[in-house]
């Protein structure tokens, strides 16, 4: 997924301005390959959700359960992604955006339960 400053970002077409998820090339729409990056709240609502169990961890030594999601942006477009946190019940609650430090310099957004105030 894209970052800019702190932002997940997401694609605009410019031809027919329908609102494309992160790593798009051309609009599923129109087929236009000229899109424009757009700074997304980064907010919205879990789609899907899977646990998915993985490798010893290096820092904690013990398997660590990874939650695998497709959310819903408010902005419209899908994302794939992983969820920090318990997953909530029901799964629709809402989720905010953060970024993990992946790597000096690199950032890799991840989405965490929020209060749905």
């Known amino acids: 997924m894209t970052t800019r400053l702190g932002r997940l970002v997401i694609w605009k077409c ?5 609102l ?3 790593l798009t090339v051309s609009c599923h729409s129109c087929g236009n390959g000229e ?8 907010a919205g609502v879990i789609v899907s ?6 490798s010893p961890d290096p820092v904690c030594g013990a398997p660590c359960p990874s939650v ?4 819903e942006l408010d902005e419209g477009p899908w ?4 969820i920090d946190g318990e997953v909530p019940v029901p799964s629709d609650r809402p989720v905010r955006v953060h970024f993990r430090w992946t790597q000096p310099g690199e950032r890799f957004p991840v989405f965490e339960p929020r209060d749905s105030r």
Do not use: F, H, K
Request: glycine share 4%; charged share 25%; proline share 10%.
């Open 14 to 18: 410019r031809d027919c301005a329908v």
């Open 20 to 22: 494309l998820p992160p």
């Open 79 to 82: 994302v794939y992604s992983w």
């Open 49 to 54: 959700c899977r646990t998915a169990d993985r």
């Open 68 to 71: 695998i999601a497709i959310v």
């Open 35 to 42: 899109l424009e990056p757009v700074d997304s709240a980064g």
